[in-house]
């Protein structure tokens, strides 16, 4: 308990990996579309600077996202920053 409750770490670096990478495949061929979210307690992120666990959570996103699923699905924000950006005609 005292594992799960204080050293997980983001999907993607842990040493289960293939069974998330497993479960994830199942769920999208039984047609689920909907959102993925991290639950991650781990005491070690609270020593670390907020951008580097934030580039790590990034990193875990796009994983999933690209490497797992092969989706190119923008994250929040970037969709907003290009929508943002003047267009180079």
């Given at each position: 308990?005292?594992?799960?409750?204080?050293?997980?770490?983001?999907?993607?670096?842990?040493?289960?990996?293939?069974?998330?990478?497993?479960?994830v495949l199942k769920l999208d061929?039984?047609?689920?579309?909907?959102?993925?979210?991290?639950?991650?307690?781990?005491?070690?992120?609270?020593?670390?600077?907020?951008?580097?666990?934030?580039?790590?959570?990034?990193?875990?996103?796009?994983?999933?996202?690209?490497?797992?699923?092969?989706?190119?699905?923008?994250?929040?924000?970037?969709?907003?920053?290009?929508?943002?950006?003047?267009?180079?005609?």
């Open positions: 308990m005292a594992t799960a409750r204080t050293f997980r770490v983001f999907p993607g670096e842990g040493v289960h990996t293939a069974e998330v990478v497993d479960m061929a039984l047609g689920y579309r909907g959102d993925y979210s991290f639950e991650v307690f781990n005491d070690d992120y609270l020593q670390l600077p907020l951008a580097v666990v934030a580039q790590r959570a990034r990193k875990s996103a796009l994983w999933l996202a690209q490497d797992v699923l092969r989706r190119s699905v923008p994250l929040p924000g970037q969709l907003r920053l290009r929508q943002a950006m003047p267009s180079r005609s």
